[in-house]
């Protein structure tokens, strides 16, 4: 699967209320709804509920906690402050000069962007799409068969030989782990976990697997780590999640693959030149990375 790629607001900011208001692209993408009621006049020019609502979309973090109508008039001051600013940019004539153009052009380019991803994309991605995706890849999925085991991680076989007679006397699994195993879980007394199939080397998942609940290894268990000592703890068949706890990760994995089908098949008809050579040797490194996944 290809990996999204991650995209920056590229937006113009004024101050509204002691804070930055960003205006990003996306806002763009939502058409203005009709007979949007006037909340306020400026100069004789509305500012309607449907400004109020991109305005308020685009508050910093730090109001999403505030009452509703906090974050409306937070909004409304904003976009009152917008239009000002706005209004005498364009009397000082701050249209006509080629750096606005030139952004105008951009952030007309990005709302098409967001537009296209609107209308060709998240359309795709219904629930409907979601739920086929779930029932074919995850709800169709076999149950897990997984085990909990500690394990004692020693540098040689003797002492993992001493160690298994030192069991067979009586001896405290968790404590021995914690006195003489070489491993990062020591601290827990060699508690690995649950863990299924392919989750740990070959001939340390062959060993535990072969155990019983109570059990532990009568030989040491060689990996290129050392020598093992294993003891399984419990065993349990892990069922695969449920549709509404993996809802929205599945919405987002389809909605990525959707949106980048589309964006290679107009890659793919496309004539694109990179004139600067390190930006053209990054890019198709990227886009070879990409492939790859």
């Known amino acids: 699967m290809r990996p999204i790629v991650s995209h920056r607001s590229f937006a113009a900011c004024c101050l509204a209320l ?8 996306a806002v763009f993408a939502q058409d203005p709804a009709p007979n949007m009621g ?3 006049i400026v100069n004789g020019s509305p500012i309607t509920e449907n400004d ?3 305005a308020q979309g685009d508050l910093g973090p730090q109001f999403a906690q505030l009452p509703e109508e906090q974050k409306r008039a937070a909004a409304l001051s904003a976009a009152i402050e917008i239009r000002l600013l706005a209004d005498r940019a364009d009397e000082e ?3 006509e000069t080629d750096a606005f153009k030139s952004r105008m052009e951009f952030l007309r380019q990005r709302a098409l962007h967001s537009a296209f991803i609107e209308t060709n994309v998240a359309a795709e991605v219904t629930d409907e799409a979601v739920r086929a995706r779930y029932d074919k890849e995850i709800a169709a999925t076999p149950p897990t068969n997984e085990i909990r085991a500690r394990h004692i991680l020693v540098a040689t076989k003797e002492e993992a030989e001493a160690i298994i007679t030192e069991l067979d006397a009586g001896g405290d699994f968790e404590a ?4 003489k195993s070489t491993d990062g879980a020591a601290a827990q007394g060699g508690d690995l976990g649950f863990f299924g199939p392919g989750q740990m080397v070959p001939t340390f998942e062959q060993a535990a697997f072969a155990l019983e609940v109570g059990q532990f290894s009568k030989e040491p268990v060689q990996t ?8 399984v703890e419990d065993k349990r068949t892990q069922q695969p999640p449920t549709f509404e706890q993996v809802k929205e990760q599945v919405r987002t994995l389809l909605f990525r693959e959707t949106y980048f089908a589309a964006v290679q098949v107009l890659r793919d008809a496309a004539t694109i030149d990179v004139q600067d050579p390190a930006l053209k040797e990054a890019l198709g490194a ?3 990375r990409d492939t790859a996944q």
Request: net charge negative; proline share 3%.
């Open 176 to 179: 021995i782990a914690k006195e």
């Open 286 to 288: 990227d886009e070879d």
């Open 38 to 40: 006037v909340v306020a």
């Open 18 to 25: 002691g804070l930055v208001f960003a205006a990003p692209a």
């Open 93 to 95: 004539g701050l249209d």
């Open 52 to 54: 109020l609502e991109m």
């Open 224 to 231: 290129q780590f050392g020598f093992h000592v294993i003891k």
